[in-house]
């Protein structure tokens, strides 16, 4: 336990929390992103960015949801010992706040990789005239 969330959170890309958000396209802005709440489309309508072949890590994020779950299911039974509130309350409370903070963990994880692919790619590649 205390434990933050990792080496992984940066702050040299400004605008990558709403890219996260919204599902901003690398190159064009779009927001194309996400094809479903956690899912990386598999290219942009707007400009055509191969999204499928940017994404890499899938099992990565996987297992970053399964470490996140387990953190907040243990978080649950800790303020269910302490607090002891009705079955339902803790449901209320935490089932949204569950599938929430995993789904923006996903989102987020998937659009740092993703953006560092990007700009890895576009690196490598010789500039367009
Ligand atoms: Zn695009």
């Known amino acids: 336990m205390g ?3 990792g080496p992984d959170a940066q702050k040299g890309q400004p605008g990558l929390g ?3 958000l919204f599902g901003l396209c690398p190159r064009c802005g779009a927001r194309t992103l ?3 709440p956690a899912r ?4 942009c309508d707007a400009c055509g960015l191969d999204l499928g072949a940017l994404e890499r890590g899938g099992r990565l994020a996987g297992v970053l949801t399964m470490v996140l779950a387990v ?3 243990g978080a ?14 803790s449901a ?5 706040l569950t599938v929430g903070a995993v789904v923006f963990a996903l989102r987020f994880y ?12 576009r690196a490598k590649e010789p500039a367009q005239p």
């Open 71 to 73: 953190f907040l299911i």
């Open 3 to 5: 434990q933050g969330l």
């Open 40 to 43: 990386i489309a598999l290219s």
């Open 92 to 96: 209320l409370v935490w089932a949204p």
């Open 110 to 121: 998937r659009t740092t990789l993703l953006y560092r692919q990007y700009e890895a790619a």
């Open 18 to 20: 709403r890219a996260a």
């Open 76 to 89: 649950a039974l800790g303020v269910d010992a302490v607090l002891r509130p009705p079955l339902w309350l």
């Open 34 to 36: 996400f094809e479903a």
